[in-house]
T-cell receptor
Framework: GDSVTQTEGQVALSEEDFLTIHCNYSASGYPALFWYVQYPGEGPQFLFRASRDKEKGSSRGFEATYDKGTTSFHLRKASVQESDSAVYYCALGGFRGSALGRLHFGAGTQLIVIP | EAAVTQSPRNKVTVTGGNVTLSCRQTNSHNYMYWYRQDTGHGLRLIHYSYGAGNLQIGDVPDGYKATRTTQEDFFLLLELASPSQTSLYFC?????????????FGPGTRLTVL
């Protein structure tokens, strides 16, 4: 079935470091891919999405490029700030039959930015 | 902007207890969802609905019932709560059933089953 894998459970960086959080997916066709962010004490919130090969999604300095060849949608940011500390979720949009309308979330990656 | 509210925000019950979690969205979204969030598992879908009276089963439905009474209201029922259901529960809504729809989440309900 459709699934998403985030390999890092936690990432610790210093301010101004470069961030990469890895996301790989398993699905046939062209599912939409999403990044969500969850700040402490809040519900997850949509960051951005991409829906076709080579499309770049971006928001708030974060970006990711849909790569069907490597089945990846890695999150990157050039210079992180302490305020970026949060949990980041990669998700895949269900697009077939009974999977319509639902998202498959990865396990999440906690980002800790040390000032 | 979508508004999703949940009540209660915190709930403590005992094993075997009966619990109802409530969710309301005020943006006329068709789809509503219930998730549980646990360390190491991320967000797992319990049940979802695409309209009043409709119910779809998610990935971890055992021990949970749900009911969508109106377009705005979606309830999660735990009729015989167990300690394994101690978790943070999120409700979400979206305005489309397709591949691309963004989901809007509520603030969460923390449930503890003693």
């Amino acid at each position: 079935g459709d699934s998403v894998t985030q390999t890092e459970g936690q990432v610790a960086l210093s301010e101004e470091d470069f961030l990469t959080i890895h996301c790989n997916y398993s699905a046939s066709g062209y599912p939409a891919l999403f990044w969500y962010v969850q700040y402490p004490g809040e519900g997850p919130q949509f960051l951005f999405r991409a829906s076709r090969d080579k499309e770049k999604g971006s928001s708030r300095g974060f970006e990711a490029t849909y790569d069907k060849g490597t089945t990846s949608f890695h999150l990157r940011k050039a210079s992180v700030q302490e305020s970026d500390s949060a949990v980041y979720y990669c998700a895949l949009g269900g697009f077939r039959g009974s999977a319509l309308g639902r998202l498959h979330f990865g396990a999440g990656t906690q980002l800790i930015v040390i000032p | 902007e979508a508004a999703v509210t949940q009540s209660p925000r915190n709930k403590v019950t005992v094993t075997g207890g009966n619990v109802t979690l409530s969710c309301r969205q005020t943006n006329s979204h068709n789809y509503m969802y219930w998730y549980r969030q646990d360390t190491g598992h991320g967000l797992r879908l319990i049940h979802y609905s695409y309209g009043a009276g409709n119910l779809q089963i998610g990935d971890v439905p055992d021990g949970y019932k749900a009911t969508r009474t109106t377009q705005e209201d979606f309830f999660l029922l735990l009729e015989l709560a167990s300690p394994s259901q101690t978790s943070l529960y999120f409700c979400a809504s979206s305005d489309g059933g397709g591949n691309y729809a963004e989901q809007f989440f509520g603030p969460g309900t923390r449930l503890t089953v003693l």
